[in-house]
C-alpha cells in the first residue's frame, strides 16, 4: 500500500492542489487589474471533511469482533470550480478587482500552502519513521 493513498494525505494533497489552483487564480486577476470589463474569480473555499468523502474508491473497515464496531466507506472525486466573486467595488470601466484585495488574498494563499506543505511532510516523516525507514 501506497503512504500517499490514505485517506488523510490524500486529502492534503487535495488541499495543496486547491491552493496551487487559487494561486493562479488570484494571479491572473492581479494581471488583469486594469483590464476594462473582466471580473476578478477565486475557488469556492475548500472543505475538508467535504473532501474526505469523494477520495478514491478506498474503503475503511473494522472487523466485526464486536457489535459496538463501526464501517466507514469512502468514495468520489473532487474537482475545484471557479466563481465570480462578488465584487463591491467597480470602477468606471467595469473592472471589479481590487489590487489591495487580492494581494492580501495571494499572500493569506502563499502563507495557507506552505503550513499545509510542512503538515504533509512532518506526517509523511513520522509514517516513515513508524514504519522503520
Known sequence: MDIGNISIFAALKQKMQWHQARQKLLAENIANAETPGYRGRDLKQFNFSEQLGKISGAQITTKTTN????????????AFNAQQMSNFEITPEGNGVTLEDEMLK??????????????????????RTALGR
Open 67 to 78: 457489535a459496538k464496531h463501526m464501517q466507514i466507506s469512502m468514495s468520489g472525486n473532487s
Open 106 to 127: 495571494l499572500t493569506a494563499n502563499q502563507l495557507e500552502y506552505q503550513a499545509i506543505t510542512t503538515l504533509y511532510t512532518r506526517s509523511m516523516k513520522l509514517m
